[in-house]
């Protein structure tokens, strides 16, 4: 993108409020996740063990309770905001259109990457809602739904990256909604989410759920692809105020 | 072609294909420190897994993208500098190259399952196809990339976008080979 994109796309402040907003949701969908998923809710490093017995997951759960009911409460917090986020990336894909295709597209992965990551976070609660009533292979599963939906899902979040990169690249010459590297960024993320798929093959290891490459390595690359278009949306929302 | 009229570029392509090899090589050399952490910690795991692998097939796909790399070479040379009428070729011969590395890759997993050897057979096998899988969705995906390219270089001219692309798509299968040639010197021949 070049100083001639921004001339050709003169926008009203309204619209810029709501990129903006756009990019500062995802920033704050980062920031909750840290504190839901990261400090308080034991998703990431993971509290839980692929491999673990279904009463150890009740030990370890009942042990931290607390901490992850209220960490639940941020988690949701954090993935509805993935909504307006994806969201901010269609309307700015939408600007360069003539006639809609890309951004529609780019909303459909939104939407249900959205509510995918929405589902994890509900597991996640109910995995804590009451474990010393459930069977412990139960809260064992809702375990195992919420790190399968979160990291199986390569398609969707994969495929959601792959729009938003196809619609850089298709556009126009110069005339991109975002800077050509961002296409390729996102292609990049791809191949980091895609070791997710292999949790369905292991419980222990580097490609179980809890392991370096099926989990922690697409879980470090959502939120930083996260944080990068977020930056990028806000940036461009400040250009065009100028 | 207007190609011929172009500033020769100094570095091909642009510079995001290259920052995202320099990513891909980054997550690549990951899993190439798992493979030799594994050979470090299981040794004999390791040996004689190694030696029920077909050096075969895998010297046989090795061969076949570095000659498809070499085919796109060519084909990219030869459209950047507006040389011949029917540099499609090249591309339609790489993507022949691609694709009997699919087939023979598939032959190869359906020998190793038949004889009882599967990613949770050990730590060997685990990485085998699952690294071996992985690069195979980057030649499925470069196979798709050259089909792309095949298209751009039947066009009646070239401009300066048009050659970018095909460099892009030229580097894209460089890596593509050249992860390749670490996995089969770390999985067949270590």
């Given at each position: 993108?070049?100083?001639?994109?921004?001339?050709?796309?003169?926008?009203?402040?309204?619209?810029?409020?709501?990129?903006?907003?756009?990019?500062?949701?995802?920033?704050?969908?980062?920031?909750?996740?840290?504190?839901?998923?990261?400090?308080?809710?034991?998703?990431?490093?993971?509290?839980?063990?692929?491999?673990?017995?279904?009463?150890?997951?009740?030990?370890?759960?009942?042990?931290?309770?607390?901490?992850?009911?209220?960490?639940?409460?941020?988690?949701?917090?954090?993935?509805?905001?993935?909504?307006?986020?994806?969201?901010?990336?269609?309307?700015?894909?939408?600007?360069?259109?003539?006639?809609?295709?890309?951004?529609?597209?780019?909303?459909?992965?939104?939407?249900?990457?959205?509510?995918?990551?929405?589902?994890?976070?509900?597991?996640?609660?109910?995995?804590?809602?009451?474990?010393?009533?459930?069977?412990?292979?139960?809260?064992?599963?809702?375990?195992?739904?919420?790190?399968?939906?979160?990291?199986?899902?390569?398609?969707?979040?994969?495929?959601?990256?792959?729009?938003?990169?196809?619609?850089?690249?298709?556009?126009?010459?110069?005339?991109?909604?975002?800077?050509?590297?961002?296409?390729?960024?996102?292609?990049?993320?791809?191949?980091?989410?895609?070791?997710?798929?292999?949790?369905?093959?292991?419980?222990?290891?580097?490609?179980?759920?809890?392991?370096?490459?099926?989990?922690?390595?697409?879980?470090?690359?959502?939120?930083?692809?996260?944080?990068?278009?977020?930056?990028?949306?806000?940036?461009i929302a400040k250009e065009e105020s100028e | 072609m207007s190609g011929t009229s172009r500033p020769r570029a100094q570095v091909p392509g642009e510079i995001g294909i290259w920052a995202f090899v320099a990513g891909d090589l980054l997550v690549f050399s990951v899993f190439f420190i798992l493979i030799a952490f594994g050979q470090k910690e299981m040794t004999d795991v390791f040996s004689t897994s190694r030696e029920s692998l077909n050096l075969y097939f895998g010297l046989c796909n090795t061969l076949l993208l570095l000659t498809g790399s070499w085919f796109v070479a060519i084909g990219v040379e030869r459209c950047r500098d507006g040389q011949g009428s029917d540099n499609a070729r090249w591309f339609k011969l790489a993507i022949g190259c691609g694709l009997a590395f699919v087939l023979n890759k598939i032959f190869e997993w359906e020998a190793k399952i038949g004889a009882g050897f599967t990613p949770l057979t050990n730590d060997f096998f685990m990485y085998f196809f699952i690294f071996t899988g992985i690069h195979l969705l980057h030649v499925v995906v470069g196979v798709v990339v050259l089909i792309f390219l095949l298209k751009v270089s039947q066009r009646p001219t070239l401009n300066s976008r048009d050659i970018r692309t095909l460099e892009s798509g030229g580097i894209f299968w460089h890596l593509v080979d050249l992860l390749w040639i670490m996995l089969f010197a770390l999985l067949y021949l270590l």
């Open positions: 993108m070049d100083s001639n994109t921004q001339s050709s796309h003169k926008s009203d402040g309204f619209f810029r409020s709501a990129l903006a907003f756009g990019g500062y949701s995802g920033y704050a969908a980062i920031i909750l996740f840290i504190i839901g998923g990261v400090w308080l809710g034991g998703m990431l490093p993971p509290l839980l063990n692929a491999s673990d017995s279904p009463a150890q997951v009740v030990a370890k759960v009942s042990d931290n309770l607390f901490a992850i009911q209220i960490g639940s409460i941020f988690l949701i917090a954090s993935f509805a905001l993935f909504g307006s986020f994806g969201a901010g990336m269609a309307m700015q894909v939408r600007r360069y259109e003539t006639t809609p295709g890309w951004s529609y597209i780019q909303l459909i992965f939104t939407a249900a990457g959205t509510t995918l990551a929405l589902i994890v976070a509900f597991a996640w609660a109910l995995m804590v809602f009451r474990p010393e009533t459930y069977h412990p292979s139960i809260v064992l599963m809702w375990a195992d739904l919420a790190y399968f939906i979160a990291l199986f899902s390569v398609p969707v979040f994969g495929g959601w990256c792959v729009m938003v990169a196809l619609s850089i690249f298709f556009a126009e010459e110069g005339n991109e909604p975002f800077p050509r590297w961002a296409g390729y960024l996102n292609l990049w993320m791809v191949l980091l989410f895609a070791p997710g798929q292999m949790i369905m093959f292991f419980k222990e290891g580097p490609f179980a759920w809890h392991g370096l490459i099926a989990m922690y390595l697409p879980f470090i690359a959502f939120f930083i692809w996260i944080g990068v278009m977020s930056h990028l949306m806000i940036k | -």
